[in-house]
């Protein structure tokens, strides 16, 4: 291969790591831009705190059931058609959503949403990391697990602020998003494949969770990191809306954006800090700082304080980054092209298993329980949680070395 051949190739490798970060980053987008519309709903077609959790369940419920049973497709047919698919899975659902004033539309246009974001969530991550460079080595798992938070909080902000001061504040944000979706969807056209098809692709839809065995000594407090952090992320999206407008006093479309993307945001600022850890030691500093935000944001639901409330979820955020990325860093120790679209649909299957269980109990307790009750349940799951792995967390065995990280 000339030099010329070589630049040329890793400058379409390149592409590819721009485009499927760009796309990951549009999903969810698509899927944050929701949160703000949800007061819309709720103030002009009637919509409930319980109804909105059921959308929120019903969007995790179907990213599960996508994941779990084609998670591992784009190891077979390739990073590009799989991604594409879930990229036009999101933008039938924003269309859909563009007709809401029915909780039977919304919870379908979620489901919609749902399907799209599980597919991207295993081809789009296993992309990146196929693609991306080989320093610094915390890039590809900062990308891939920080990516999502990143797109929440884009969409979060972008849609509260059109929604406040832009003209047809119902439609303007789906179709921004919709334009941003199809956008992704030529530049990954555009981009080169990095997954070679094989065959096995029907036999891959039977649903399975594997991991290679040296995955499943850290996988425990992996799943620990990612229940408690994702199940804060959807009580986040199902029911602080209705609290920032109760309980501290603000009705705002922006300071609701604003809010949402206070935890998400510092996620992806976080976890670069992370790399200068061993994954344990990470796990552990970054749950200590997501429950320490935690209690802030317990503390200033109580006293009715926003701006508590807002610095203490931008600590539990950047919490959360640190511990994410960390614990994907330790499940993709050593990992092969073959390993990573499992892997990431092991990683996605708990972490919509954290937003779908405990929002459906909680969505349910809401019908006789307060909000900032709820929030102090969510708070014991932290509490929990960060226990287990202050306890429990070890770093993956360095094979090439024979040498443990921890």
């Known amino acids: 291969m000339t030099i010329r051949d070589a630049g040329r190739r890793g400058g379409m490798r390149g592409l590819a790591f721009v485009s499927a970060v760009i796309s990951l980053v549009a999903v969810f987008a698509g899927v944050g831009s929701t949160i703000p519309l949800f007061n819309v709903y709720r103030a002009e077609d009637g919509f409930t705190n319980a109804g909105i959790a059921i959308a929120v369940v019903a ?30 899975l999101l933008v039938l659902g924003c269309g859909l959503l563009l007709n809401v004033h029915d909780i039977g ?13 599980g597919l ?7 992309y990146i990391v196929d693609a991306a460079p080989a320093r610094p080595t915390w890039l590809a798992s900062v990308a891939s697990s ?6 929440l909080a884009i969409g979060a902000i972008g849609s509260g602020a059109l929604i406040q001061f832009a003209p ?13 979706l199809l956008a992704s969807v030529a530049l990954i056209a555009l981009s080169p494949e990095t997954a070679d098809p094989m065959p096995g692709a029907w036999r891959s839809l039977r649903p399975s969770v594997r991991v290679a065995p040296r995955v499943r000594p850290v996988l425990p407090v992996a799943a620990a990191v990612l229940l408690a952090t994702w199940a804060t992320g959807a009580f986040y999206q199902a029911f602080v809306p209705a609290l920032v407008e109760n309980q501290l006093h603000t009705g705002s479309s922006v ?11 510092p996620s992806a600022l976080g976890a670069p800090l992370g790399g200068r850890f061993t994954p344990a030691g990470a796990q552990r500093i970054g749950m200590a700082a997501f429950l320490a935000g935690w209690i802030g944001v317990i503390t200033a639901i109580t006293s009715g304080a926003l701006p508590l409330f807002i610095g203490a979820t931008v600590v539990a955020g950047a919490g959360q980054g640190i511990a994410i990325s960390a614990a994907t860093r330790g499940l993709l120790w050593g990992s092969t092209v073959v390993d990573r679209a499992p892997i990431f649909a092991v990683i996605y299957l708990l972490s919509y298993s954290g937003a779908t269980i405990p929002s459906l109990i909680s969505g349910q307790l809401s019908r006789t329980l307060s ?4 929030a102090l349940g969510y ?11 202050i306890i429990a967390a070890r770093s993956p065995a360095w094979r090439t070395g024979g040498a443990g990280l921890d």
């Not at 991207?120 to 296993?126: D, E, G, N, V």
């Not at 047809?168 to 944000?173: G, K």
């Not at 300071?255 to 945001?265: K, N, P, R, S």
């Open 371 to 374: 909000l900032p009750d709820i």
């Open 59 to 88: 969007y995790s419920a179907a990213t599960l059931v996508t994941l779990l049973i084609l998670g591992r497709l784009s190891g077979h047919l390739g990073r590009r058609p799989i991604a594409i698919a879930s990229l036009v």
């Open 379 to 389: 708070g014991a799951l932290a509490l929990i949680a960060t226990v287990f792995v």
């Open 168 to 180: 047809w504040p119902r439609d303007l944000t789906l179709l921004a998003v919709i334009g941003l």
């Open 146 to 151: 920080q990516t999502v938070m990143l797109g």
């Open 255 to 265: 300071v609701l954006g604003l809010v949402f993307a206070a935890y998400m945001a």
């Open 120 to 126: 991207a969530s295993s081809s789009l991550t296993a």
């Open 105 to 117: 539309i919304l919870i379908a246009a979620r489901v919609l949403m749902g399907f799209g974001a």
